[in-house]
């Protein structure tokens, strides 16, 4: 099934969610909702995209043999040519939202997607789990759900030796299990979009759980009884779109999911306490690597923006004959075509892996990931560079429709814009490097893929340096043994 | 008269102001004001603090020969004892917003303590502007009065060869002169409190503009006939000091300040299309030195409490064994250091001007100044990464009152503290370094005095280099003509 | 043809070359001598890799209509897979001497082979010259040449506003011409390997020089008369390559040259006078596009080279377990990662030009030329950061020779080599990064393609930001005029 | 005593030094071999300036009872004027190396003035071992000795659980002590000036030996019996000042120091297996006050230097209208100001230790320590960036003898100087960053006192961080327990 927007929005409105927001449950349907319109309408947009006859070549296209249509994020790519098709059509996605919407549906639909693919893999640890992935693959493809997704573990000791005891259950653990299923308690950070979406897909975390309890991998509906979504505060603090252009579209909260006994059917289990899945099927489904493809593809578009920002900036106020405003602006350009490169890369070095999906190299991708944890932070600071005391003067919408307008329009203006456009643009540079949502895209980006001390640190102990150890060795003449 | 925060409040809500906020004009009462409340409340504990017995021996004491007090942010100080003392005062000032309100009354009164004090410079320029100074100067003390100010012009076109022309007046200027005074027409940026504090005090900007129309120095009071004060979008988004315990204290709002045919009486004028003056005043009364010493006194301040923040945060998560972790808090120690050192070095090297005051040594303040422009988005980064996922998770106060507090109290306790301390800690962090308003803060200290290239530039160009060059001369036998 | 390693050193042997060194003019074989032996035993290497049955696939199969076999640098590519073997040579090439050879033949026959194979250009300018760079090309080829360079002036006066005059001449311009040629004086800068190639490749130098007796570009043997070229000070202190790996053999020297009345014959002039030809060949030819793809591939191979020597230093002295050791080791696999995505990119993204030429993409080589002369100086600080005191404690081979032998064996062993193979490394990173040869190399990669800032300011201006700007202002909907 | 430059000599000349060079033993007197002349005789210009009339007012006056003059260097400073003083003169003798010479005999001296001036404190472990130390410090200040020493132990094992056993002794310990003294053997790090001092100064390395037979301080001659000094290879490759302007006269070699069954008599240990001792005499006698205070003089000197050549650079090729030029010479001056006022601080904040000395602040000069470590390599990039080609262009003082000297004057001319001053100019700037030697300065300051990772670390754990935390954790209300 292939949905359109308001498709989308009917079904978001008849989940029984349980979300607290700001001392409160959420109530009512969730697209009218004040704080989860913005977002909820704009991923109506992307599905409508789908029916964009524009991008027709892009996301039609795709069906089951009884020619049933699906979302082009469901396709397991079997080739390079449609790895880069799947690309384009994140890249279409993202555009629509300047790159700012960092949980779009082909995000984690990728996972499920290389997951449900490589069902024999989960099959290793029992059957019936390969049949789980299986069926939540088809039934998300045959319905074309979206999903929130959990990875880690709340931030409550990061010491070293830290371990959790059965007494004081913090971290979500299996406390019992029935012939129904596992009953689950405890939480888990960090689900951006909680709530809001048709499933929670939920894995693993790593880190120092190596105790059979903390193994597990489950999809079940956002609306399972005994799940709770508790949110941050929101920071969609005003509708209007001139004001919060960004904010007031694309505000996507986070939450604590809380698991109260929540029961998680046996078919929706697709892991369960067995160490080596759960060391392994990321690496063998190729999820990480279609994660971060997709991570790419948006952050790309993300720059591209945030340089379109840049020069439109510069143009307004005149500042382009200066050495070091080219020389920033310059910035963003040389970090544009590394993650363009590096995207390229991973296309043309991808492999076909053991279930037939052609995966993306993941060294370029990982070397991207990384590499945006630093660039995005300094692009931002050079957007508030460039600005000046232009991202601080910033009227409201209200303003220019109040009788202080004609003030504005004269003491506001730019070299080469009107005082509309002038503040529209310095509001967007606000709202993308220095609201709180902004701010907290910045950390977004920043510990996109963990943090990135531990990527480093992954990083360098999984790459095979040996081949240039001997060079140097050889070089030397090491193994001749003598001066 | 050394007045308390009640009278303060009370003078305030006395003003027939003219200040426009999101479309509206502002009505009634300031102190009671949504948007004002937060920072007028806060500065009168300041006024408090000068009657407060713990710290008399700083606040009290400087009293006229008719025995009346006054402030200490209006004494002259004619010794380094003097200076240290004053010094003193503003941190403590200072500590209690964790150096966060950037305009408290101390920071303009330095600079009608300089104009005042110098009198007899501007007398160069006619012997009435020096009566006028002398005259402003003696009415601020003798009323303890706060102000505002704006040094700058809008942002219109930053190009190297742009001029105004008569006919688009942007930048405020002289417009007509009669017998009762000058008429101004046009605007400045960026009126920090604009429209809340007593008076305004406007100095001609320097730049392009060596026409007489634009050399003009004045104080009027903040409910002068045609100033309008045109505040940006407020940020203080919540009362709650649990949710946003900095914006809701401290944001002081910036304003476009515009003159609509604005009479200044010449009793209130102190220079005038006098270029020499003009050029030369500010060094000549030590005001950029007093500026600069205030504000370095305040970022020491708020250095310290970004260190005590970031231990917090790191004793909360119990990540102080990490070396990295290590390394980025010792950062904030060695600027920290840095930045006491230099405020040390220009108390000791002070120099008495002309007019009789102590005057702290400019080349360390204006080296901490321009050290600060970017070691600040440093410490701001370094509380981003090492609260890493906890500065997302920021539940509000409601939260914590409503039933799902037992699973708040529980997911999110820290290792070394309980939920509600670790989230006020959290928020702390969010409010200062990714809030609207800490986002502000950040460009405030990046741009205090100023463009840091051109501050750069004009550091460089002031510098005097040749004795280090003569030294290599020298050392190269250059004078000697030979190999 | 194609040479080996003793048909080149036969051919350098008989030049009659003008080589001025260290106040004496060089006299006698440059195969033997102390300062060039080094770098020419080096290059012989390489001119006997080509017969190599290792890499037969890579350097042999390139020839003639007639059969003449040639080198794979005189080979126009007219496909990626063309390309991508070209690269492959290059690399074994640069492999041979760590990628320490700024100047292996390659590099200017890239060049040669771009211009010969856009002859037709430069007919623009006048048939003589299609003919002179054809000729001078086929030459090249059938003879297996190698050539230094020069593109820049003396550096005198970097003034904005400074021009020449004809009374003094410095920069080298044509001050006559005749049936014979024209005639050459004045200087240039700075050959690499000046002298001691066979023949030298002059173009113009750009900047302020628009007047024609400045716009000229020829290839005349190194041993023309009145070529004179003076080096700086050799850095090959030692012949031992125990204690100089580097230095003592791939110092290449830098050399001004000197035209003193030199005679260009016209059928070694391909452009003269022309501007539009003069504007507009580098791109047109693809010249740009195949230095810096020389250039990459062999900085892949110095940063894989710098890998490999980090990580060995890193098991000697058994500091892989700190994190921040990890981290900076990691910065190097980044950067790497990097580097080879953006000659990937280059490689598939490359066209066809208007002489048949497969021609890389531009915009990912200079891209990667911009990031490594930052990156280059970071790898040294890492090598030095990493080696601490091991890096400064350098025994010579005479050292180990001596009766000492049993104290240096005892006391500089590490904890994973012996002392000698200890001390090999770290003289290896000392020669790298610290003696006047590794220093000169950091400048080299630094300056590699002129001056940073320069290029900086040349890639912002030639960057097509327009269609980003335009989805920014359509996200505004700033075409409606419109709130 | 107060020697001058030939007595120093002379007394250098009259050591049976026991030094190996590239696999020699160094013979002769000291102050005529190639490699060593160049530093003695800089040296001894250091003692004639102890008599220079010029300087009389800083050199001279100090006196024992009976009358006998010694050198500042030995002095005792009891207040903040004579510490000043001291820092004065200090400050002359670094200017004479443009602060090159890491090692002038004020550094050791500093730190023997400390222990001995603190001898009471040795005595804690032992009566005998105050009057040792108290004896070793009087026969130096009645001599004006000067030192060397070595504080570390080789760098084999880096590993963090390291331990070094019995079998096979690598840094020097105790094997046997007789009635006579303490038999040493093993080695240790890495003595500059090595054998060329009168004598030498050996304190326990810390680290991971807390076992007593590695718990030891002494000074013993630089001749005595078994001894020996294995120095790296030397930087200075040329006599020519002209040339190598710093190698020529301030190389100063490293060296591993051999103990090889070295007895160090009772009268000269002041230290031994006292653990408590170890751990706290050199903040106790403020030993390390007083070495990062010498520093710090010297390092100011240096980076005025720099200051100094840097603007030459920029003046004599025209380059000071550069925006990008002019922030980089002011990054030397803003880290210049911050030294001086570290300084400032360390003097005015000192206090009056148990022995009477007069200790400068340590906050401030550890501060100024961390800073230069990264600081002054990025002094060293700014020169490299300014000099562009110009520091690669550098012929020597023969060619400037040679026939080519007309053509080097015309063609090496500066806008503002002639080919000789341009080409000294250019030398010393490569000499400073870029030869063996220059960098060797980067590795020596930037490892000044220890690497700088293990010093953060120091400085965050020794920090008193809680009133800052407190403060934060008033200002949350945290001690009312409510939110």
């Not at 640890?125 to 979206?146: C, Q």
């Not at 190596?210 to 929101?234: N, W």
């Not at 544009?336 to 053991?354: C, D, F, P, R």
């Not at 701010?439 to 001390?453: A, H, K, L, M, Y």
């Amino acid at each position: 099934m292939l949905i359109n927007g308001s498709q989308f929005l009917d079904r978001v409105d008849q989940l029984h969610h349980n979300i607290w927001l700001n001392g409160e449950v959420v109530n009512g349907p969730l697209s009218t909702h004040s704080v989860f319109k913005g977002i909820l309408n704009s991923k109506s947009k992307l599905y409508d995209l789908q029916h964009d006859d524009e991008h027709k070549e892009l996301f039609k296209g795709y069906s089951e043999p009884n020619g049933e249509e699906y979302s082009f994020s469901f396709h397991q790519p079997k080739s390079k040519e449609e790895l880069v098709r799947r690309g384009k059509a994140t890249t279409i996605w993202a555009r629509d939202s300047l790159g700012m919407m960092g949980r779009s549906p082909d995000y984690i639909n990728s996972a499920i997607m290389c997951l449900g693919s490589g069902a024999e893999f989960f099959s290793n640890g029992g059957k019936e789990f390969g049949t789980s992935i299986n069926s939540v693959y088809n039934h998300a493809k045959r319905n074309d759900l979206s999903f929130t997704h959990t990875f880690i573990n709340p931030q409550v000791n990061r010491s070293l030796l830290h371990y959790e005891t059965d007494e004081n259950i913090i971290a979500a653990k299996v406390i019992d299990e029935t012939d129904k299923g596992i009953i689950i308690k405890g939480a888990r950070l960090l689900a951006t979009q909680g709530g809001i979406t048709d499933e929670i897909l939920v894995l693993p975390s790593g880190g120092n759980y190596i105790e059979g309890e903390y193994i597990y991998g489950f999809v079940i509906p956002s609306d399972t009884k005994g799940l709770k979504f508790l949110c941050r505060e929101a920071f969609n603090y005003s509708d209007s779109s001139f004001d919060h252009p960004l904010a007031s579209r694309y505000e996507e909260t986070d939450s604590v999911v809380v698991f109260d006994h929540v029961l998680v059917p046996w078919n929706r289990v697709f892991l369960y306490k067995n160490h080596q899945v759960a060391m392994n099927f990321i690496n063998e489904t190729g999820m990480y690597h279609y994660l971060q493809y997709q991570a790419v593809c948006r952050q790309i578009v993300k720059t591209e923006c945030i340089l379109g920002l840049a020069e439109k900036i510069v143009d307004i106020i005149q500042i382009q004959q200066y050495q070091h405003i080219q020389d920033k602006v310059n910035e963003i350009i040389i970090g544009l075509e590394i993650m363009k490169s590096l995207k390229v890369a991973s296309e043309v070095q991808g492999t076909v892996n053991n279930y037939g999906t052609y995966t993306p190299s993941i060294q370029p991708l990982s070397t991207a990931v990384q590499y945006y944890t630093k660039f995005y932070p300094r692009l931002m600071e050079i957007i508030q560079l460039l600005s000046s005391s232009g991202i601080i003067s910033i009227p409201t919408e209200k303003d220019f429709q109040s009788e202080i307008r004609d003030d504005l329009n004269q003491y506001l203006q730019g070299a080469n814009a009107d005082a509309v456009e002038r503040v529209k643009t310095f509001r967007l540079a606000w709202d993308l490097s220095m609201s709180a949502f902004g701010s907290r895209q910045t950390q977004f980006e920043r510990f996109f893929f963990g943090d990135p001390v531990r990527l480093a640190m992954g990083s360098y102990n999984h790459y095979d340096k040996q081949p240039f150890v001997k060079d140097i060795s050889q070089f030397l003449n090491l193994e001749k043994g003598k001066l």
